[in-house]
């Protein structure tokens, strides 16, 4: 809280001291001014008592006198108007501003969550304090201003001395008997008189002066005479004498506070800690400004004439009968001024002026002394300390030897007086009262309403109050308390309610300056009653506030700031607004003083004065107070509170012509969370923009010329961390049948950069044979999810996109014009000398030439923000030159906009909603009326650390270089263009695609390679395989030639391929096109691949050496074909003579359209088989139809079935990957299956690719120390070979597609089926296989042994494959035989490549013709049918691959139809024949046995 610079103690001692009057003479006056005072200024500073003197009470005990203090008062003064003293109290607080160090923050506490800046000190209310009891004119009621003496001088050069001083008391005597209402008012008839000589040392003779001073002790008394010696310094030494700033001033702090004519006052600058900006407490300009008005206007403005002429102190003519003041009302009696009732009469119109002019020649006084030609400026430039000690001592001679023993007098007198006179009070007007009611020593007189008791000069009750205002001036606190408290019954008995207010204020005072060691409590109810009487009961507002002034600092040296605090508040009124805002302004300073101190309270009270301020025309202490209370309301959530606070500190802060604070208060308003209106919001903005344009304006009027850098604005918000740099152009828009790669832009996803990556590490390796140590990948876009550790790297003449996102917080459109980046260059330089950085912020013209040519920058023409959008802005920078670029920050002109406008279109064109940057003229939609040129910086954050335990503990954050670029020299810039890219295919449709591959830099490239996510349904031909034809495939009209063999190696499809260039480098401006065929994936859906093109500089080139550019496909396939396949062993008819071929399959292909068709909607008519196709290297197939080249066509929904046979190749020596294909066309001409695409697609189909997750790039090292792993299949490959088939079957096709307009095209593919083992159902739609669980791990004591690995028990069953070979049809006579014996041969072959052990069993056959058996009969049983005859069971051994005849007998005993396969046959793969196997049982093999003989019961 604010402290005052004297205590309450001190406060209430000033303020009711003696008081004594001085009439000095002509000359004398003159001895002074040489000091540039007068005779009362001189010695003002040395009436206070530096010792203790002693005093005796009227009972004769002795008190002593703590630091007596003596009101010198100029007897020729005269009493100050109700206005001019207003005036005067305005121009006091004016005069007075917080005085703090430049950039300092004051008094700063912390009250619980607040810092709060508060003034140290309040020496406005001090001052209008001081300046109001000083105005205050003495009263009849009470003797507290009556003067108790009269000090006559007179100067030792005046002719006749003794007889000036005879002169000045009859003058004083005279105005005392005859004038007794005139000021200054006298405390008894037989004041103290006392007579002083002022003799100058320099001038005046000594000895005369010591004769004229003994002859004053003979006539006046030595007691009351005193000879002071003053000017001991010449005025020559004086003049010659240089200016010592450094010697005490004491009369500074006594003088009225003029500022000097012409002079601009000083700049008074307080603390505002909530913005940390130093608010001036004058105005910026000292001249007076139409504009800026300094004038006071209270209420309804008066008409006011202006001075001409030369103007006195305070704008006062000198001869002028006008006041140049609107509250200095010249034609109003001070008795119709409210409060200002007990003021003595004073003439109005003359005397107030003769009153103003002789108050502002006194304060001429105070100032500079200028009556004479040379005299030097200042305060006492002639006075020696010898002279200040003369005054000390004249002061203390005057108060120890005059006025105190006097005093003593006074107050005998009037006690014995009182003591007399209340004993015959008793007995006489006791009786006379009850007798007749009445009092002759005073009548009633009623005024205002209120009941008015008019004392007589002479009556008890005011000789009591005289006694006890004298003791109280004399610090008699006790006695005077007694006296007062006598005084105030009897003034409350007769309502004598001004008497006995008065007596209630001094004696709690009474009681308060006894101290702590006093026996009473401070009564303050006495003072509550005091200031309640005052203006309830008597209607006087000027003593009811001089008793709240003193009881306040009671109150508040008591620790009783609340009810302070509710006197101040009490004193408020419509009368004066100056006043209210004062006593407001200190209740505030109460409510945060207090033990909890109540912040809010205070905040609020500080508003309301501020608003009295402002109507009392105190501006800059109504900026003040706004300014303090919005400490408390800033960011708590009381926005409507805070709006209103800033828009009035930004008002005020504008009329005091301090535009940079009034930029900064409605730059508050403009913020996010405003609650405000739509047109409330749009006022604001442009209250900021008029503003803020005034103080550019004037920076560049003071400065003479404009700023190299600029102004920072606050709208539209800046998302900084969301900014994005985008290195390279932006991606070529397709056009027609041509597709550019996409490349890299803003909308890509964050997620998908783990890809690329992977793709960028295989493109490394198949380069470098391995990754690097240490691998840094080329990132081409920047963003908050990106690592942004190292500096970008950019290249000469290739665009820098930036993006980033304008917020608009308000709900109104902001229109920004001219929309630039800001940037700073240091340019790399060969030679040593030091370069120069480059800024295109600076306003110089030749400066932003230069920059242009070495950066050239995209201007926005317009972008409009609609309210609460969020907008985001794409602009490009171009370097010319190597060097480090550091883009900082964003500059455009900020307009507010029309509140009609038409929206701007928005498209792909015009992304940002307003004419976009080209120089052409732009047809704007929003009309702006002020706009102002500003930035906005660009300020990124890192990421939080969060590895060390300082990281942990404090927010630090990692470095983002994402906006500072390095600029490196050209590199090439390779263009990839895609002729006839389909977005939509048929499941497995083959489409031709030929891309371009161009170099559009300025540079050769060379090494160009490709990664792709997904290699499956991609082939890249070579130069010679572009076709000028638009078939896919290639044709041949020979089809003898049924098969042909190429090398297919698996191993050669890889993610990576290289892109062979002609001459190995691709100059500048060049392109090479190739061959791209691409195939719809077999699972219908929208599928993704992923194309990443590598490319380095033919030049020598510093890293990163490489460039990479990606290309992103979308393929949405449809499904057309699906294709089943079987295989089964074949077996010949059992009668064949043939040798057996027991070694082919049959292959059952069951090929459905899967499109239906359907109305106005895209489907597939008809499919239609052109060819099949076989690729293996052991098998090849066979049409099982001769007229199979007529062709085969399956409509919508159909499904055709086609039998092949698979036949063993010759087995001749073959090169490793070496794949034989065989087809069946189903047309005239054969379609080259062997040959690109058609063998690329085949060989892609088997490979079986790790996925970029799964595909590591380097090999962990527990992976390179762990045991190698074992394949189980390659145990048991020689078993294995008896099932394994891989026969791959091509079916090529050509749909016929109808669109939706009825539209038909033709599209050719193919689908492949892999056939891998005989009696499994194989399809084209690939399974996706789910990878198996692991077995959880178990902790075992021992180590378990291994289990014995075994082949398949598939394998096992089908190792050795077997057929019986007889006739079908049989006749025997029964009659004659009754068994028919039959020889039969049973023909095995192995299957593997192992020798195998074969038992035949026939003991225990049983019978399995029922397994084929439908329904119908059952056939005849062993039992009743057949038996084989001879050796039940017989083991044979057979090579890999033998085939081996065992001759077999079987019986019938009747005839019938007979299955004789019911053999048992088991095979073991290994010596021990203990575990045998039973083999899969073939064919039925089926006998009619025909009786050939008569009947007979069988």
């Given amino acids: 809280m604010a402290q005052h610079k004297q205590s309450a103690h001190d406060f209430i001692q000033c303020t009711f001291s003696p008081q004594v009057a001085v009439l000095t003479s002509s000359d004398a006056e003159v001895l002074c001014q040489k000091n540039n005072l007068s005779f009362v200024q001189l010695v003002q500073p040395f009436c206070r008592l530096k010792t203790e003197a002693h005093i005796k009470d009227p009972n004769n005990v002795q008190h002593n006198l703590q630091h007596l203090r003596i009101n010198m008062v100029d007897m020729n003064s005269h009493v100050s108007t109700p206005a001019v003293a207003k005036k005067m109290m305005h121009d006091a607080v004016s005069n007075e501003q917080p005085q703090m160090t430049e950039g300092s923050r004051g008094n700063v506490i912390t009250v619980g969550d607040y810092d709060l800046q508060l003034s140290s000190t309040t020496p406005w209310f001090e001052a209008y304090r001081e300046c109001f009891l000083q105005t205050l004119p003495p009263s009849e009621h009470e003797f507290l201003k009556h003067c108790l003496a009269c000090i006559f001088v007179v100067s030792s050069n005046h002719p006749e001395p003794l007889r000036m001083l005879q002169t000045l008391s009859s003058s004083q005597q005279q105005q005392q008997s005859q004038f007794p209402n005139k000021l200054p008012q006298w405390f008894s008839p037989n004041i103290l008189k006392y007579y002083v000589i002022v003799h100058d040392m320099v001038e005046a003779e000594a000895q005369k002066t010591e004769d004229v001073y003994q002859t004053m002790k003979s006539s006046f008394g030595h007691q009351s005479c005193h000879l002071l010696q003053i000017n001991s310094r010449s005025m020559t030494a004086v003049e010659t004498m240089a200016t010592d700033t ?8 006594f003088l009225h506070k ?29 001249a007076e400004d139409v504009a800026f008005p300094s004038r006071v206007e209270e209420g309804e403005p008066e008409p006011v004439t202006h001075v001409e002429g030369n103007a006195g102190v305070n704008g006062v003519g000198n001869n002028s009968a006008v006041i140049d003041h609107p509250l200095a009302l010249s034609n109003e009696s001070p008795l119709n001024s409210p409060g200002f009732e007990d003021y003595p009469q004073i003439p109005s119109t003359k005397s107030s002026m003769t009153s103003i002019s002789s108050m502002h020649s006194n304060m001429s006084k105070s100032g500079s002394f200028h009556l004479e030609k040379g005299r030097v400026s200042g305060h006492g430039m002639c006075l020696t300390a010898s002279d200040q000690d003369r005054l000390r001592i004249f002061i203390h001679e005057f108060a120890v030897r005059a006025l105190i023993p006097w005093a003593e007098r006074q107050m005998r007198t009037l006690n014995e007086l009182l003591m007399s006179r209340t004993g015959i009070r008793k007995s006489i007007m006791g009786t006379a009262k009850k007798l007749f009611g009445g009092n002759p020593s005073k009548t009633s007189q ?25 003791a109280f001036l004399f610090q008699l606190y006790e006695f005077s308390y007694n006296t007062y408290h006598t005084a105030k019954r009897d003034f ?77 508040i009490k004193m408020m009124s419509e009368e004066s607004d100056l006043r209210s805002a004062l006593l407001l302004e200190q209740a505030a300073h109460c409510f945060i003083n207090m033990r909890a101190p109540m912040v809010r309270k205070y905040a609020f009270h500080m508003i309301l004065a501020g608003h009295r301020f402002t109507k009392a025309g105190q501006r800059k202490h109504a900026l003040r107070a706004y300014s303090q209370a919005l400490q408390i309301y800033k960011g708590k959530g009381w926005s409507l509170s805070e709006d209103h606070i800033n828009f009035t500190v930004g008002r005020q802060s504008h009329n005091l012509k301090q535009l940079e604070n009034a930029t900064v208060a409605f730059k508050h308003l403009l913020t996010e969370h405003s609650k405000q209106s739509a047109m409330q919001q749009n006022s604001f903005l442009r209250e900021y923009l008029f503003v803020y344009r005034q103080l550019l304006m004037q920076e560049a009027e003071e400065t003479g010329l404009q700023s190299n850098t600029l102004p920072e604005l606050p709208l539209p918000a800046l998302d900084s961390n969301a900014t994005k740099v985008l290195l390279g152009a932006r991606p070529t828009p397709s056009q027609g049948d041509k597709m550019y790669a996409s490349g890299v832009w803003f909308e890509d996803s964050d997620t998908a950069a783990g890809k690329w990556e992977r793709l960028e590490e295989l493109l490394v390796m198949s380069v470098n044979g391995s990754l690097p140590v240490v691998h840094r990948p080329v990132k081409t876009l920047y963003t908050d999810k990106t690592d942004n550790k190292f500096n970008p790297v950019a290249y000469v003449r290739e665009p820098i996109t930036v993006e980033f996102y304008l917020v608009n917080p308000l709900k109104v459109a902001l229109t920004l014009t001219d929309v630039m980046l800001l940037w700073s260059f240091l340019p790399t330089i060969g030679s040593h000398d030091k370069p120069q950085l480059i800024t295109n912020e600076t306003m110089v013209t030749a400066k932003n030439n230069l920059a242009d040519e070495i950066i050239h920058g995209q201007v926005v023409r317009e972008i409009v923000l609609q309210g609460n959008d969020r907008l985001p802005v794409q602009m490009t920078l171009t370097p010319h030159q190597m060097g480090d670029l550091r883009i900082y920050g964003l500059t455009y002109n900020l307009g507010s906009s029309s509140t009609t406008f038409m929206a701007p ?48 503990v404090n927010k630090i954050y990692g470095p983002d270089r994402r906006l500072d670029l390095t600029i490196q020299q050209e590199m090439p810039i390779l263009q990839v263009s895609f002729l006839n890219f389909p977005k939509t295919l048929l499941c497995g449709e083959v489409h031709p695609v030929t891309v371009t591959f161009t170099n559009v830099g300025s540079t050769p490239l060379h090494r160009l390679k490709l990664a792709t996510s997904n290699p499956k349904y991609l082939v890249l031909g070579l130069n010679t395989d572009i076709r000028t034809s638009t078939s896919v495939y290639t044709s041949s009209s020979d089809c003898n030639e049924t098969s042909s063999c190429v090398n297919c190696d698996p191993c050669a499809v890889k993610r990576v391929i290289d892109i062979d260039i002609p001459e190995g480098v691709l100059h500048p401006n060049s392109s090479i096109s190739l061959p791209l065929w691409v195939r719809g994936n077999d699972i219908g859906g929208v599928h993704e691949v992923d194309l990443l093109f590598y490319y380095e500089s033919a030049k020598q080139t510093n890293k990163p050496k490489y460039r990479l550019l990606r290309h992103n496909i979308l393929v949405n396939t449809v499904e057309s074909l699906s294709v089943r396949a079987v295989a089964q062993r074949a077996c010949k008819h059992s009668s064949e003579k043939e040798s057996p071929s027991v070694g082919e399959f049959l292959i059952s292909c ?3 359209n899967l499109s239906q068709q359907q109305t106005s909607r895209s489907h597939v008519r008809e499919v239609f088989v052109r060819q099949v196709s076989c690729a293996s290297k052991q098998w090849a197939i066979q049409s099982l139809s001769k007229y199979h080249n007529n062709g085969v066509c399956i409509g919508s929904r159909e499904l055709l079935q086609v039998c092949l046979k698979a036949c063993h190749l010759p087995s001749q020596p073959s090169a490793e990957g070496n794949v034989t294909f065989s087809d069946i066309p189903f047309q005239e001409n054969k379609l080259c299956s ?44 020689p078993l294995n070979c008896a099932i394994d088939m891989d026969i791959t079957l091509i079916i090529l096709w050509q749909a016929t597609v109808v669109d939706s307009a009825g539209t038909e095209s033709v599209c050719v593919g193919q689908h492949h089926v892999v056939v891998e083992k005989p009696d499994n159902i194989f399809t084209s739609y690939p399974f996706q296989h789910v990878p198996r669980e692991r077995a959880p791990v178990r902790f075992v004591r021992e180590e378990a042994a291994d289990e014995e690995t075994k082949p398949a028990f598939e394998v096992l069953t089908q190792l050795v494959s077997y ?72 083991q044979v051994s057979l090579a890999p691959k033998q085939v081996l005849e065992v001759p077999l007998t079987v019986s019938f005993s009747r005839p019938g139809v007979f299955n004789i396969n019911n053999l048992a046959v088991f095979v073991a793969h290994t010596p021990d024949t203990s575990q045998m196997t039973l083999q899969k049982q073939t064919k039925p093999s089926v006998i009619t046995v025909a009786n050939t003989g008569g009947s007979r019961d069988v």
């Fill in 905 to 952: 279109t928005q498209g792909p064109d015009n992304p940002l909603g307003g004419s976009g940057g080209t120089g052409g003229p732009s047809k704007a939609s929003y009309v702006s009326t002020v706009f102002v040129r500003g930035k906005q910086k660009i300020e990124v954050q890192g990421p939080r650390l969060n590895g060390k335990k300082d990281e942990m």
């Fill in 1363 to 1434: 057929s019986l070979q007889h006739p079908t049809n049989i006749s025997h006579d029964f009659t004659k035989a009754r068994v028919c014996c039959l020889g039969v041969k049973l023909t095995f072959q192995n299957n593997s490549e192992a020798t195998v052990i074969v038992l035949i069993d026939t003991s225990k056959a049983q019978q399995r013709l029922s397994e084929y058996q439908e329904g119908g009969p059952a056939l005849d049983t062993v039992g009743s049918g057949f038996s084989w005859v001879g050796q039940t069971q017989r």
């Fill in 1234 to 1277: 062997s040959v690109t695409p058609c063998r690329d697609f085949y060989v892609r189909s088997g490979v079986k690719l790790q996925t970029l997750e799964e595909q590591t790039t380097m090999v962990s090292p527990s992976a390179q120390l762990a045991p190698p792993t074992r394949d189980e299949g390659q145990d048991f490959a």
């Fill in 246 to 253: 450094s010697l005490p001033d004491p009369w500074g702090q």
């Fill in 492 to 568: 409350n008995n007769d309502h004598a309610w001004l008497h006995f207010a008065g007596a209630l204020e001094m004696a709690s005072l009474a009681i308060f300056m006894q101290g702590p060691q006093g026996q009473r409590a401070y009564p303050d109810h006495y003072m509550e009653s005091a200031i309640t009487t005052y203006i309830q009961s008597c209607k006087n507002v000027p003593y009811s506030v001089r008793a709240t002034l003193v009881s306040t600092e009671a109150l508040k040296s008591r620790g009783k700031y609340k009810d302070a605090a509710m006197q101040f």
């Fill in 446 to 470: 009623v005024t205002n309403t209120a009941t008015t008791v008019v004392y007589s000069k002479d009556a008890p009750e005011l000789q009591m109050r005289r006694l006890a205002d004298l």
């Fill in 258 to 286: 003029t500022p000097e004519t012409g002079k601009k006052p000083n700049k008074a600058k307080y603390f505002i800690a909530w913005e940390g900006v130093d608010y001036d407490g004058s105005a910026s300009s000292g």
């Fill in 1150 to 1152: 069951e090929l459905e």
